[in-house]
């Protein structure tokens, strides 16, 4: 290639004349020479020389051509090179730029967007002012853009991370008008650039994302492996779940798993993740295909592939077996939050395989848990407190526990507040960290509480039932949030467990005890805990009781004195691989227990084996009678069990 380069530089004739140039000597002529030179040239320095030449003679073109030439082969040297390049050629350098300031007026859209692209390829403080002065130019000829300069210049800044808010709103404009005109990788490379920028995630742009998620969709076939990547990678980045666009990349991208490099299958898998796009098998294929070259990947694209299997519920027990021993293998290498972040991706799967891996970090990192920085300790903190593995990991949460007081008032206040419900969770409750966060939270205003996240305002609603009602006395004392943050808190945990559709299995017990006459309303909100449960269950009605239309107004404590009972109707998600219920649905029901509630559970395995009709009554009676247990699963005769007043209490999370 090279060769052929050089023979085409040697073809092209001497000039005569103004420039050496023979006639007829006019500018276009010129000009059209100029850039068969300047796109023959096999080396950047040729470039350069030819613009030490005739530089008079260079119209805004040439000047577009020489520096897109420049980076589009320097682009792929090393660093090492291309730093030898720059210092080399500075004066030269400097001069070619000089020329393009100076001409820049007379740049029209094609010369800017190409001059955008190329500095994007070979970041230098000189490109970066001359993009700077693009910025400025380019918004004025807005008409004169076509779909690939759109393209070209929106990726240029987006890559440089140059911010260019009139610039972007220019591109979405015109990208919307002439979006039928655009082709597959101008769509992608479109979406990319909004998504990278950040002016994607603005509602401003929902137009243009709306309207490159139905030309895409109609012309999925068109698209190439890379532009598949860089579409699903745009729309997930702005958290766009086109459910639509993302059932097409599916379909297309499921034939070329094979064909992707294992880094863009692990970002792939973690686009449908994002989105919580309804593509196991993808996300499945994608693992798997990834799964063997496991060596090749960094931490980042093992936690991205974990975490996305789990999310999309398309684990498969090899793959993640696979990945799990890889990052066994390399352990030493991985730092502390990379560790931190394998281990938070697998928490979601609730693996027996991956007790080993738990066991495996906290012997590693448990001697030096004082280098850890508060990111890698709440998270640390939180997978061994949701993955039912707080055993195996037991010696990094005693570590945790020891450094975490002395170290409370440096951490962010999430890493704070998820690392001390964790360790509650785990039923370690350290007086001095939780005096510490409880301190901190209520030293806030109230209107800065309120601007923190809907998630850490749960785990904080959490902390504070759990230092009501199951902290011992003697380890929470006065411990408590103040009313107007507590409330805070209690309207976050509403919000996030709004009550929703019930389940079929649901529906099917709802209508059992509407059959036995038994009165209760489904999606209930519990009065001062402010989680929701599956069934209420009102008790028989006395004379003096609330009429139904009124029990929305009974305080809990009556309900309880009127042995209140609570129906959950538990789906395999609520249950380890063991049996015993996952942590967060311990937690809820300990909770309510604790408050005074009881709390029945029907599984829906045991519940859909029973025929319907006089078996499954007969099981709800019994069951009403005696009580309910949230322990291990068993058969649905050993299913009704008396509740042993919470004491059942395993390791828990947040509901």
């Known amino acids: 290639m090279a060769a052929r380069a050089r023979f085409l530089w040697a073809r092209v004739h001497p000039w005569r004349g103004r420039c050496g140039m023979r006639a007829p000597a006019r500018a276009a002529s010129m000009g059209v020479q100029l850039n068969a030179r300047l796109m023959a040239a096999p080396e950047p320095e040729h470039v350069l020389e030819l613009h030490g030449a005739h530089a008079g003679c260079f119209d805004a073109v040439n000047l577009s051509t020489a520096w897109g030439r420049i980076s589009r082969v320097a682009a792929t040297w090393p660093a090492r090179r291309q730093a030898a390049f720059f210092d080399e050629h500075r004066d030269a350098l400097e001069r070619l730029h000089a020329s393009m300031h100076a001409r820049l007026r007379d740049f029209g859209a094609r010369e800017l967007a190409n001059t955008a692209y190329a500095c994007a390829c070979l970041p230098s403080d000189p490109a970066l002012a001359l993009m700077r002065s693009v910025r400025e130019r380019a918004p004025a000829l807005s008409a004169d853009f076509k779909p690939q300069e759109l393209a070209n210049i929106a990726w240029g800044f987006a890559k440089a991370g140059l911010r260019a808010p009139p610039l972007f709103e220019m591109v979405e404009r015109e990208s919307v008008r002439q979006l039928r005109n655009f082709k597959p990788i101008e769509l992608a490379s479109l979406a990319w650039a909004f998504a990278r920028d950040g002016t994607g995630k603005l509602s401003s742009s929902d137009a243009l994302f709306e309207g490159i998620a139905r030309e895409a969709e109609a012309r999925i076939d068109e698209f190439n492996v890379r532009s598949l990547f860089n579409l699903a990678w745009a729309f997930a980045a702005t958290r766009r779940a086109d459910e639509r666009l993302f059932d097409a990349i599916a379909l297309a991208a499921l034939p ?348 829906n395995d045991e519940w859909l084996a029973l025929p319907a009709g006089g078996p499954r009554l007969g099981f709800l009676r019994d069951l009403l009678r005696a009580g309910g247990h949230a322990g291990p699963r068993a058969g649905a005769a050993a299913v009704v069990r008396r509740a042993n007043d919470g004491a059942e209490l395993a390791a828990a999370v947040a509901c």
């Not at 692990?266 to 593509?279: D, F, N, P, Y």
């Not at 999309?312 to 293998?329: F, K, Y």
């Not at 939780?434 to 959490?462: F, G, K, M």
């Open 256 to 603: 070329v798993c094979d064909s992707l490099p294992p880094q863009q299958l692990a970002v792939l898998a973690w686009a449908m993740g994002r989105v919580r796009a309804q593509q196991p098998r993808l996300v499945r294929a994608l693992a798997a295909a990834a799964a063997p070259h496991a060596s090749r990947l960094q931490p980042k694209h093992i936690v991205m592939l974990l975490w996305s299997a789990n999310r999309c519920g398309a684990a498969d027990a090899r793959v993640l077996r696979a990945l799990s021993c890889e990052v066994a293998r390399t352990a030493k290498t991985y730092s502390a939050l990379e560790l931190a972040l394998v281990l938070w991706a697998s928490a979601a799967s609730h693996a027996a395989d991956a007790a080993p891996l738990f066991a495996l970090v906290a012997r590693q990192l448990a001697p030096d848990v004082r280098a850890c920085e508060g990111r890698a300790l709440s998270l640390l903190a939180y997978a061994s407190a949701v993955s039912g593995h707080a055993r195996e990991a037991g010696p990094l949460l005693d570590a945790i526990e020891a450094e975490l007081p002395a170290r409370a008032h440096a951490l962010r206040l999430p890493d704070l507040v998820r690392t001390g419900w964790a360790l509650a969770v785990a039923r370690r409750y350290p007086p001095a960290l939780l005096d510490a966060i409880v301190s901190r939270v209520n030293a806030l205003p109230s209107t800065a509480l309120a601007c923190e996240s809907v998630q850490l305002r749960v785990q904080l609603h959490q902390i504070n039932l759990s230092l009501a009602l199951l902290v011992p006395a003697h380890l929470a004392g006065a411990l408590a949030l103040s009313p107007p943050h507590a409330a805070l808190c209690a309207d976050a945990l509403r919000h996030e467990t709004a009550p929703c559709a019930p389940s079929a299995p649901h529906l099917t017990v709802s209508a059992a005890l509407a059959q036995l006459r038994v009165e209760h309303e489904n999606e209930y909100v519990v009065p001062g805990l402010g989680c929701t449960v599956d069934i209420a269950v009102w008790p028989p009605t006395r004379r003096g009781a609330p009429r139904r239309a009124d029990r929305g107004a009974a305080s809990a404590a009556e309900r309880a004195g009127a042995s209140m009972m609570l129906v959950e109707v538990n789906g395999p998600h609520h249950y380890l691989p063991s049996g015993e219920l996952r942590p967060t649905s311990a937690l809820k029901h300990a909770q309510l227990r604790a408050a005074g509630w009881r709390v029945l559970v029907v599984c």
